[in-house]
């Protein structure tokens, strides 16, 4: 079955230390985003990536970094910089251009807790 | 001004009885208009889109859509207990981004 596969489901990070979130899609989908939801609020966009080698930031992508060397895999680094990362991390993908004809499919996400 | 507002609830319906959740937007550039439905603790799924004004039907949920009030709706007929859940609005700007930009949602809580 095509979908999106985050993770791990759960992680848990030390102050001052990275971790990197997975997120992989076999739909064939060339846009792919971050999205990170805090409690009783939407989800508010992070990073996004229309083709391979190319991303752009979003409303929030400070202290955050991605890569999108192949067309299914679009990984986020929560770095040291980020200094409130506890959150739930939501990756979607669509084709572009035809959003409402394959709407946009999320993965299951991923819960991030600083201990 | 927040570019999508919904009222965060919750909003309590009987069994049985129509809920109306609404959503407001403030960029007349939105191009499409989402609805998605995500239990607690779950990521978002897709209920429904519309991009013309009127209504737009899908089995019990009815999309209304009116532009020039910027103006969205989502009613559901019939609410089920399955039903109750958190609904957020999301438009999509006719831009390069073409990312959806999210309401806080609205917690909908059908009584048995």
């Known amino acids: 079955d095509g979908g999106i596969t985050q993770s791990p489901k759960y992680l848990f990070r030390k102050e001052g230390q990275n971790v990197t979130l997975s997120c992989e899609q076999n739909?064939?989908?060339?846009?792919m985003y971050w999205y990170r939801q805090d409690p009783g609020q939407g989800l508010r966009l992070i990073y996004y990536s229309q083709i391979v080698n190319d991303f752009q930031k979003g409303d929030i992508a400070e202290g955050y970094s991605v890569s999108r060397e192949k067309k299914e895999s679009f990984p986020l680094t929560v770095t040291s910089a980020q200094k409130n990362p506890t959150a739930f991390y939501l990756c979607?993908?669509?084709?572009?251009?035809?959003?409402?004809?394959?709407?946009?499919?999320f993965g299951s996400g991923t819960r991030l807790t600083v201990v | 001004q927040k570019e999508v507002e919904q009222n965060s609830g919750p909003l309590s319906v009987p069994e049985g009885a129509i809920a109306s959740l609404n959503c407001t937007y403030s960029d007349r550039g939105s191009q499409s208009f989402f609805w998605y439905r995500q239990y607690s603790g779950k990521s978002p799924e897709l209920i429904m889109f519309i991009y013309s004004n009127g209504d737009k039907e899908d089995g019990r949920f009815t999309a209304q859509l009116n532009k020039a009030s910027q103006y969205v709706s989502l009613l559901i007929r019939d609410s089920q207990p399955s039903d109750s859940a958190t609904y957020l609005c999301?438009?999509?700007?006719?831009?390069?981004?073409?990312?959806?930009?999210f309401g806080s949602g609205t917690r909908l809580q059908v009584q048995p």
């Open positions: 999301a438009i999509r700007l006719d831009t390069g981004r073409r990312a959806l930009t």
């Open positions: 979607a993908s669509t084709v572009a251009g035809l959003e409402e004809n394959y709407g946009y499919t």
């Open positions: 739909l064939n989908h060339d846009a």
